[in-house]
């Protein structure tokens, strides 16, 4: 049976994402796992995550986990979620600075204070739905319409140096990056887990795509 690794760096919501798995995948085994020989040999890996970049990024190391995670990023169909997008870029302004995977170059830019749209101030965090608008076609966004409102919880944002790495935008006071996409590999800021039918497709897309 093939086997979906989610990565449990003890950060992210694991439960909710591996059931949304499990509801959408046919003959599939779902292991929420840190175990680094259990996720090099799945078939598939998902790297969830939520919090800060800092202590993400130690929880990566304290369960010896970046190296598979930089594996299985590069060679095999990798989806990442919130954090498991923003650790993949090179560095993050957040806590002064906090160095990344750098598996792409980039930073990880807080939103800005005094952000408005329609005369109201932004809140940080943005939390909630706003519409993905892509940049071009994918296997991922097979069925989901352009512009479908995806569900987000973050206060920060990718910004990658080279643009084609870009799969979609979001306009939340300023237009960001919120997917991005390089061969075998899709990361989105937004939580497909909570994001209803649209969510459901997308898990659904990565589960059965081939890259």
Known sequence: MRTIAVVDYSMG???SVSKAIEHVADAVRVVVTDDADTIANAERVVFPGQ???RDCMAAIERHGLREVVLDAARNK???GICMGLQVLLRHSEE????PLLGLFPGEVRRFPSGMQANGQRLKIPHMGWSRVERRGE???WRDIADG???YFVHSYHVDPEDPALSAATTDYGIRFTSAIARDNLFAVQFHPEKSADAGLTLLR???QWNP
């Open 205 to 207: 897309n990565f589960v």
């Open 95 to 98: 806590n002064g600075g906090t």
């Open 148 to 150: 479908e409102r995806f």
């Open 13 to 15: 919501n694991l439960r």
């Open 138 to 140: 994918h296997p991922l």
């Open 77 to 79: 169909p990798f989806l």
């Open 51 to 53: 919090g800060a970049a």
